[in-house]
């Protein structure tokens, strides 16, 4: 029977052979406490032994991981009282000095005869190859092509072959993991199992085998992610309360009807989806996708103008000045000659008697468009935010400028992202 990975979360590491009260405390500071915490600790790189760099074939200035058993060691200090370790290691082939400030452990951790893999940046002190502070793996006898190094705390004092001894047995109690994704999707997204991921990034056949192995588990994670970040996002729908928008106007139906063309089936089927939201009692979050030129903007202006003939205000946000000025510019020509009413909603077949003036005198205004960025000047900007203060400003088009703390609506309603995905 296959496992869940919420099921390994409940089994505890101690669990495991040779974890004892002082093991799992070690682990516990790296945090790792249930099998699953140990099992997604995944290694920070491999030791492939049968492409691991001779020391006496670096070059100084190039980053090298060297494989190599300690031959001497010496602990001094510097004139600074700077403790300082000296270790000679070798690798078959040639000496390398290591140098390690401020790391007195060091001496006990690397004792003559240890082997270990060190990876730092390779420099020349008197004429021999040195590297100073370089990262260490000890491996202890794990003997097979590629071995994992984990990413370890010096103060828990577990090395990295401790640790992959204990994922061994992990994978073992773990056995057939249950995996949401189907193989139909499997196949067609082009990724393996998450069993067979999950036992070849910690013991990989190959570094192939290895990457084709994080490809999937990352594909796990940002699954995740996604399913978590849907989940909020639909508990904050449900229980968030929000505008019953007025999506049935005469704003929007004449705005529809000036238009040269007629909306295409994918804009019709779009307007309507937000309508519904937007109508609903709930803050709609929605991406709408399309093909520069399908018509996005259109759509996006009939959300504004949904808010607008409901008395609510709209907001359009766009990631440069130079595209907030086009769609400044392309909404003005847009809208030009539109008017709302003190309800914000004109009648669906304009103003009484088509007498503009008589409706200016009824309580009509022509609808106002302002733009917003960081070259207004001063006293543009003035008139803008008491603009938006009072409601007289119905649509509001600008960039990151819309979120300054002075930036105040008087009733917002509807906001628009442009290319949501620049804004980081």
């Known amino acids: 029977m296959s496992r869940r990975l919420s099921q390994l979360a409940e089994i505890p590491v101690s669990v495991l052979a040779g974890v004892g009260a002082k093991k799992a405390e070690a682990l516990a500071a790296m945090d790792i406490r249930t099998i699953l915490d140990l099992l997604t600790h995944y290694p920070r790189r491999y030791l492939d032994r049968t492409r691991q760099a001779a020391i006496r074939e670096l070059k100084v200035g190039q980053e090298a991981l060297v494989l190599a058993k300690v031959k001497r060691v010496q602990t001094r200090r510097t004139r600074q009282r700077r403790a300082m370790v000296e270790v000679d290691v070798f690798d078959g082939s040639s000496y390398l000095h290591c140098v390690f400030f401020n790391q007195p452990w060091r001496a006990r951790q690397l004792k003559i005869g ?24 000890l491996v202890g006898d794990r003997t097979g092509r590629i071995v994992p190094i984990y990413p370890q705390s010096e103060k828990a004092g577990l090395t990295t072959w401790e640790l992959s001894t204990m994922v061994e047995e992990g994978l073992v109690r773990a056995g057939e993991l249950a995996d949401p994704l189907p193989r139909h999707w499997q196949d067609r997204l082009d990724v393996v199992d998450r069993t067979w991921a999950m036992t070849q990034i910690h013991n990989p056949e190959s570094m192939g085998a290895a990457e084709v192995a994080r490809r999937r588990l990352v594909l796990d994670e940002l699954l995740r992610l996604q399913t978590a970040l849907v989940m909020r996002k639909r508990a904050v729908e449900r229980e968030a309360k929000g505008i019953r928008h007025t999506v049935h106007g005469g704003l929007v139906e004449r705005f529809h009807s000036t238009l040269p063309f007629t909306l295409t089936s994918a804009q019709q089927r779009a307007v309507a989806e937000i309508a519904a939201d937007l109508a609903g009692p709930h803050p709609m979050h929605r991406l709408l996708q399309g093909d520069v030129g399908s018509g996005k903007t259109l759509v996006a202006v009939t959300a504004l103008l949904m808010a607008v003939q409901g008395s609510y205000q709209g907001a359009f946000m766009a990631p440069t000045e130079v595209l907030a000025e086009q769609h400044g510019l392309g909404m003005r020509d847009l809208l030009e000659g539109f008017t709302v009413d003190r309800r914000g909603a004109l009648p669906p077949d304009g103003p009484p008697n088509g007498d503009s003036d008589a409706a200016t005198l009824s309580g009509d205004r022509p609808l106002r468009v302002e733009l917003l960025v960081n070259r207004t000047t001063a006293g543009e900007r003035t008139r803008i935010l008491a603009g938006l203060a009072d409601g007289s400003v119905d649509l509001l088009i600008g960039t990151h400028a819309l979120l300054e703390e002075k930036v105040a609506f008087g009733s917002l309603g ?11």
Do not use: C, W, Y
């Open 114 to 137: 240890t082997e270990a893999v060190f990876f730092g940046r390779l420099d020349s002190f008197k004429g021999r190859p040195q590297m100073t502070n370089p990262v260490v793996d």
């Open 414 to 424: 509807v906001v628009v992202i442009d290319e949501q995905h620049r804004f980081g």
